[in-house]
């Protein structure tokens, strides 16, 4: 899930918010990323009460990596790990959507990160993508930060959609890949549910997603599930994994 904060796709603003998402959503959220630059926008003692929220709910919070970004261009890591520090946030999103990092910096990165106490998540790709991404060096990606300690990679959405424009068969060759359970695919919550949909009939409903906003978290999984009109309530003609019987 990625917490924009006070927005139109799910008011997390503030504790009220978020810990009524959590009372009847948190066992569909293994993750909440805190979106782009909020863990540094919004006050600090938000941000830590919201984060203990969390962690007390068992969905781990980490920071966006734009927030890395930002600091690794002013050289200001050191200071961004006490930030994190001083909120409680126990991770963050190392990111190359705006920055380049060399293979040696990538991995420098992610052990003085770890050295810290901080876990971190790691994303693929960029913004504004000029060619599309090469599967086998996604592959290898995924298994040079599986050595640090890293099972998930993410996807970022506009890889995802150049793909896919670039060949209609990819999504397919991508699902196949032994390495694809490490996958987590980036949606777009300003194309939901169409979009949200469409991947879960190419990639299968057991998909490892990101980027769904807090207002769409049960919706989704309905979907996964065959319920609602997006996905012609297949639940109801045997298409879809059944959830569990109604208790009397």
């Known amino acids: 899930m990625i917490d924009f904060g006070p927005d139109e796709l799910g008011w997390t603003g503030g504790e009220r918010g978020i810990r009524d998402l959590l009372e009847v959503a948190a066992d569909y959220i293994d993750y909440a990323k805190i979106y782009a630059m909020n863990a540094l926008l919004i006050p600090a003692e938000t941000v830590a009460r919201t984060t203990r929220l969390y962690l007390d709910a068992g ?67 960029r913004k504004n993508p000029d060619q599309p991404m090469s599967i086998a060096y996604l592959g290898e990606l995924v298994k040079a930060v599986a050595e640090h ?55 299968g409903p057991e998909v490892n997603l990101a980027n769904v906003a807090p207002g769409q978290i049960l919706r989704l999984e309905g979907f996964r599930r065959g319920i609602g009109r997006a996905v012609n309530y297949s639940l109801l003609s045997g298409d879809a994994s059944r959830p569990a019987g109604i208790n009397r």
């Open 149 to 203: 300690g890293i099972h998930h990679v993410t996807v970022e959405q506009c890889e995802i959609d150049l793909l896919a424009e670039d060949s209609p068969d990819a999504l397919h060759a991508l699902s196949v890949q032994p390495w694809f359970d490490h996958v987590v695919i980036e949606v777009d919550p300003y194309r939901f549910p169409e979009q949200h949909v469409k991947i879960l009939r190419d990639l």
């Open 59 to 125: 969905v781990t919070p980490f920071a966006g990596g734009i927030l890395f970004e930002y600091a690794w261009q002013r050289h200001q890591v050191e200071e961004l790990i006490k930030h994190l520090q001083r909120l409680g946030i126990p991770g963050l999103e190392i990111s190359e959507n705006y920055v380049t990092l060399s293979a040696d910096e990538r991995h420098r990165l992610i052990e003085r990160f770890q050295k810290s106490g901080l876990s971190v998540v790691y994303e693929f790709g």
